[in-house]
């Protein structure tokens, strides 16, 4: 079973300018999730979708950050305009059952520079 | 929110030793899962065990939920085993929350 998908793997643009990373979760899981990581902390949700709806965006800076998720499968999550303190990982991860509290599994991220 | 305080925040073993990393939460959860994040960025899942124990080979893990901690075990240590550890709970919704991680370096 392929595992979560992400491109791309790293990305270094200059502050102001505008980013998208790409997100395919696993095959047939419902739930899909961004989290960021910032250097030597733990991950922190932006934002949840369910399907193709989202459930949680409480923490999505929505001034500067717009995520969709199109036909209930890819993601994508944009940056416009990019800010130094955006520097991070931004992983994506994906769950199986639609309101459970299934186990989560993450793809291998996009790393982030802001200069 | 529900508080994921995980101990010690940095560990040194020599090849072949033994540890425990303790993670300890503040409120009731509906899931814990560890990851080992390895050098790469890569979180890979180690264990979901909202509770009770198992084990997968050199690895086990136990969770008390009733006393809001579980515990990871290493036993017979790698090199390969170098990485941060994480712990991430859900409590309410259907996010994890995580810890700050345990930092392991394994020397030969």
């Known amino acids: 079973e392929a595992g979560v998908a992400q491109s791309p793997r790293y990305k270094i643009i200059e502050k102001r300018q505008s980013v998208a990373f790409w997100c395919n979760p696993i095959?047939?899981?419902?739930?899909l999730y961004w989290y960021q990581q910032i250097l030597g902390q733990g991950p922190k949700l932006l934002i949840q979708?369910?399907?193709?709806?989202?459930?949680?965006d409480s923490q999505l800076p929505k001034d500067r950050f717009s995520a969709e998720r199109l036909k209930g499968v890819d993601s994508t999550l944009k940056i416009q305009p990019a800010k130094l303190e955006d520097s991070a990982v931004y992983l994506c991860?994906?769950?199986?059952?639609?309101?459970?509290?299934?186990?989560?599994?993450f793809g291998p991220g996009t790393r982030l520079t802001v200069l | 929110g529900i508080q994921v305080e995980q101990s010690p925040p940095d560990l040194i073993l020599q090849e072949g030793a033994n540890s425990t990393l303790r993670c300890n939460f503040s409120?009731?959860?509906?899931?814990l899962q560890w990851f080992h994040q390895n050098p790469w960025g890569q979180l890979i899942n180690l264990f979901y065990?909202?509770?009770g124990t198992k084990q997968n080979g050199r690895l086990s893990a136990t969770t008390v939920a009733t006393e809001r901690y579980s515990l990871l075990y290493i036993s017979s240590s790698q090199t390969t085993d170098s990485g941060v550890y994480f712990c991430?709970?859900?409590?309410?919704?259907?996010?994890?929350?995580f810890g700050k991680g345990t930092s392991l370096l394994v020397t030969p």
């Open positions: 991860a994906s769950s199986p059952i639609r309101g459970s509290y299934n186990e989560q599994f």
């Open positions: 095959s047939g899981h419902a739930t």
């Open positions: 979708f369910q399907n193709n709806g989202v459930v949680d």
């Open positions: 409120d009731s959860v509906n899931n």
């Open positions: 065990i909202p509770s």
């Open positions: 991430a709970v859900i409590h309410s919704g259907y996010a994890l929350n």
